[in-house]
């Protein structure tokens, strides 16, 4: 099991064809260092695939899902914006893996009158 205690999510649109070494200098270049133990998620512009480069500590793992229809729920990274990489909670991450409105989670876990 590849202990994981922090992710982030890469707000920016990468190439797919990247393989781990290409991510893990996206990652130093834009947030400075990859922490051991802390995972990084990168979309394609379509938001059809995900990658999560997995810093172990020894060295890095590279995930990769692809959706055959439909997209995943993303991140838009606004125009001038200071934060390249937005952390996520546990949840937040299993929910944008299947699609799920990751953004909303606190909202839907109360039902009030409206």
């Keep these: 099991m590849i202990r994981i205690d922090a992710l982030w999510l890469c707000s920016r649109p990468q190439d797919m064809r990247a393989g781990a070494d290409r991510l893990l200098s996206v990652v130093v270049n834009t947030l400075g260092e990859a922490r051991a133990h802390h995972g990084y998620l990168f979309a394609n512009a379509r938001a059809s695939r995900l990658k999560l480069l997995v810093h172990d500590g020894f060295g890095v793992w590279c995930a990769t899902r692809r959706l055959h229809a439909g ?25 944008l893996t299947l699609g799920l409105p990751w953004q909303r989670l606190g909202e839907l876990a109360t039902i009030r009158r409206t």
Excluded: C, K, M, T
């Design 71 to 95: 997209r995943f729920v993303w991140h838009a990274a606004e125009a001038g914006s200071p934060a390249p990489a937005l952390q996520l909670s546990a949840q937040q991450f299993e929910a």
